[in-house]
């Protein structure tokens, strides 16, 4: 096919590409400048997304979109009004691809949402699941689920193919936030106050979704589903850490901090929601992707962690386990 994958210089989008490229088809990437692609792939310049893009040179003759591009978490906001801004690029951006993409005979959209859009944390042993109510807590998992309301009434009246996936934390090379904070630190030997850490994360590791995300443009079955996604394991934040330095040959060093001062230090610092990922749970459950897929992660958690932590210690002469 030829496939359209938008964001396709990002993180996720690089990787997508690759993918699908690797997969035999024809892709055309939207990017806002000139970017490294692989040779078989064809950038078209787009400008910012918005309500305003023109898609129409980007959306010839595709037959399908992997739409990845999106204003992301902001660690230091500038904005005055964020919420606004994340539904003008993440909700009117999205939707104006997808009646561009209507218009112009594409037959499927594959949106990649966020985990976010169902909330920021489950109860113990109570998994996210895709027909869960929609409960999003930040300006960016706010617009993430109205585009995706907006996406199913645009399908609904134009026969476009909807796919929405929901990915929870991404790991793997150029990963960036809590995860790179935390690799960064057990490359340099610093202990950590999380030793005594009892949660349960779901992640997904980079290739394991740019493998869904193919399997998303081809599988007939995907149609009209929203899949949630991870690796097949879940881990408490100490357990991630102690994965991290295993596949660097290192020892992880865990302080028994109690979680209670933790979250202490988090409201005093201005920093209460990275505390709180980093101490609470987020499940997803990810049976009915398998099911109506038939798909399995190729890469295990273990080896896609090596891979990161590889990415983040460049220049070092270390040799990671395969």
């Not at 792939?41 to 910012?48: D, N, Q």
């Not at 134009?158 to 150029?174: F, I």
Request: net charge neutral; with cysteine; proline share 8%.
């Amino acid at each position: 096919m030829k496939i359209l994958v938008t964001g396709a210089s990002g993180f996720v989008g690089a990787a997508a590409t690759h993918a699908l490229a690797t997969a035999g088809h024809q892709v055309v990437a939207a990017v806002r400048r000139d970017v490294a692609l692989p040779a078989a792939v064809c950038p078209v310049r787009v400008a910012e997304l918005g309500p305003h893009t023109d898609w129409t040179e980007a959306l010839d003759h595709v037959e399908a979109v992997v739409h990845l591009a999106a204003r992301a978490h902001v660690m230091d906001e500038t904005e005055t009004d964020p919420a606004a801004v994340f539904r003008r690029v993440n909700r009117d951006g999205t939707v104006r691809l997808a009646e561009e993409a209507a218009a112009a005979g594409v037959r499927r959209l594959v949106f990649v949402s966020s985990i976010k859009v169902n909330g920021e944390a489950t109860p113990p042993g109570r998994p996210f699941r895709a027909d869960d109510a929609p409960a999003p807590e930040d300006p960016y998992g706010v617009a993430k689920a109205e585009a995706e309301v907006a996406l199913a009434a645009i399908a609904a009246r134009t026969g476009l193919e909807l796919v929405v996936v929901r990915p929870p934390l991404v790991h793997g090379p150029g990963a960036k936030g809590n995860l790179a904070v935390l690799t960064k630190a057990v490359i340099r030997g610093i202990p950590l106050p999380l030793g005594l850490v009892d949660n349960r994360r779901s992640l997904v590791g980079l290739a394991n979704l740019a493998d869904l995300l193919r399997v998303c443009v081809e599988h007939p079955a995907a149609t009209g589903h929203t899949f949630l996604v991870r690796d097949g394991e879940d881990v408490s934040t100490p357990e991630l850490i102690r994965r991290i330095a295993r596949a660097m040959g290192r020892r992880a060093r865990l302080l028994p901090v109690p979680p209670a001062l933790l979250r202490l230090a988090g409201t005093l610092t201005g920093r209460t929601a990275a505390v709180a990922r980093l101490l609470g749970s987020l499940q997803v459950d990810d049976g009915p992707t398998r099911q109506t897929l038939g798909w399995v992660p190729p890469v295990g958690l273990d080896h896609g962690l090596a891979e990161m932590a590889a990415s983040l210690d460049r220049g070092r002469g270390v040799i990671y386990p395969p």
